[in-house]
């Protein structure tokens, strides 16, 4: 049977925007008698996170979104509740015309103890916009950014962008000390970020440690830092939160879900979709035909219970359930192939391990398309050794997990990164000049509500290749010890611990 949440954690988080100092009216108080407790009455945090540094917590690539769950790095905006961009490092901003906004900033200062300015994240924000690979939040988007003021910034885009408050929510956005960036390019964040930790030492791909940063604008963390492994493996993550060895633990397999404490399971609904891309650039699936055949094949109501053992819903299209405003706005796939025989036709299937479910979900998947006549070869690996090679075209099928509102909040730059042409994270390696268009008459829309409309329009076509198949949408399920409060359940996978999380 499922734990369910306290009530008082879903009025928290329905009331309270993400990452607000605000969330520690929600937990108890501390206990100022333990003797290990700090003057706060809180103790180090001990995090079992399941998904490595790659990039050496480089704030552009995949490592960004270690660095905002683990409080190091924010953003000039960041997502509320309903997906809509709030107040993070800027207080307020306007449009000034269609290319051009202004950011007023708060009155804030770097771990490195110099002052947040115009002039510092205009730098941030140009250096980001300069890296190469370019980060997801800004693909398709070229921009300009300078100072206005001491504590205000001026971003311009090249063509008008009116998701941009949205885009610099993403945490490959992040607002970095001057004394960050080096001559070649890389950003350091250590010691240079804004958030409540302060990231102090990196072993490899194993652990890093991070104290708290005690001048922090949003009010002083009740936890006096945080101390991360890095476990790929599912049931030893589990395994390190039931001995006690670790407070939290991230992506818990659902089949351990029975076993854990009661009162230690949390359910999380997410935007995170499980899917099957298919390579349409090269081998068997450049045939749309073929690419037919293979989505025919695929049941996904039996990952959905089976592997998923319910806490996931079979694959509906690109954005799932827990994105309540595309249930109304989906349409049917247009211009869809049909299924041609595969004829033994071999497929290289590719899938990565950190997620647990994802190598039985590949399993699953194989013998399907070996009933429905392919032939397939399954690889398994962790993820920062197999993403790179799907990028690259090395295999004919890979099965990532995404979570849809992870780089930007906008759906339409979600589909832009992941389904055009030019797009940096085209896992299906798709170009197709009706994607584009659609794609594009999406991104001219400034009206949230049409923009939707015109987003799901989008992702109709792009189902409509087949170079993409749903198959399920996921819930998470996270480890919290009782010892631990204000850990937060955010769907956008962007956060795990704020100032008021403690134990």
């Known amino acids: 049977m499922r734990s369910v949440r306290p009530r008082r954690w879903a009025a928290c988080l329905l009331l309270t925007p993400l990452l607000t100092g605000t969330l520690s009216g929600c937990f108890a108080p501390a206990d100022s008698s333990d003797p290990k407790a700090d003057s706060t009455g809180g103790k180090r945090l001990r995090i079992a996170l399941a998904f490595p540094p790659s990039e050496s917590f480089s704030p552009y690539g995949a490592d960004a979104t270690l660095l905002s769950r683990l409080g190091v790095t924010e953003g000039l905006t960041k997502l509320d509740g309903n997906g809509a961009p709030a107040p993070a490092l800027a207080e307020s901003w306007t449009q000034e015309d269609a290319r051009t906004w202004q950011f007023t900033l708060r009155d804030a200062r770097f771990q490195d103890g110099t002052p947040l300015t115009g002039a510092a994240a205009a730098t941030a924000l140009t250096r980001a916009a300069q890296a190469s690979p370019a980060p997801a939040a800004l693909s398709g988007v070229s921009l300009t950014a300078e100072a206005s003021g001491e504590r205000r910034v001026r971003v311009t885009t090249a063509t008008p962008d009116p998701a941009l408050p949205l885009r610099l929510a ?5 607002v970095l000390s001057p004394k960050a960036y080096g001559k070649q390019g890389a950003a350091d964040p250590v010691g240079h970020a804004t958030g409540p930790f302060t990231l102090t030492k990196v072993d490899g791909s194993t652990s890093a440690a991070l104290d708290r940063f005690d001048d922090y604008w949003g009010g002083r963390a009740q936890a006096p830092g945080i101390d991360a492994r890095f476990i790929a493996d599912g049931t030893a993550r589990a395994n390190a939160l039931r001995t006690g060895e670790e407070d939290v633990a991230e992506a818990l397999p659902f089949a351990q879900a029975a076993s854990l404490a009661k009162g230690t399971g949390r359910e999380v609904p997410t935007a995170r979709t499980t899917s099957l891309y298919l390579n349409t650039a090269s081998g068997p699936f450049a045939d749309p035909e073929l690419r037919a055949a293979a989505r025919a094949a695929i049941d996904t109501s039996v990952l959905a219970e089976n592997v998923y053992e319910g806490y996931a819903d079979p694959g509906q299209g690109i954005f799932g359930p827990a994105l309540t405003w595309a249930a109304g706005k989906r349409q049917q796939p247009t211009g869809r192939a049909s299924a041609a025989q595969p004829h033994g036709a071999t497929v290289r299937l590719a899938t990565y391990d950190n997620r647990p ?19 397939v070869t399954l690889t398994v690996r962790e993820s920062s050794r197999v993403e790179g090679d799907a990028l690259a075209g090395k295999f004919d099928a890979f099965i990532g997990a995404r979570n849809t509102m992870l780089d930007t909040g906008d759906p339409v730059s979600v589909l832009a990164s992941d389904y055009t042409c030019d797009g940096t994270y085209n896992m299906a390696r798709l170009c197709d000049k009706n994607v584009d268009k659609a794609v594009a008459a999406a991104d001219a829309l400034a009206d949230q509500d049409k923009r939707r409309d015109a987003a799901m329009a989008a992702e109709a076509r792009i189902l409509g290749t087949d170079a993409v198949v749903p198959l399920v949408h996921q819930r998470n399920i996270l480890g919290v010890s009782t010892t631990v409060s204000g850990v937060l359940l955010d769907p956008y996978e962007r956060t795990v611990v704020a100032t008021g999380t403690r134990r």
């Open 357 to 375: 479910e994802l190598p039985e979900v590949a399993q699953v998947l194989q013998q399907q398309l070996e009933k429905a006549g392919f032939k």
């Open 170 to 174: 993403g945490p490959s956005l992040a």
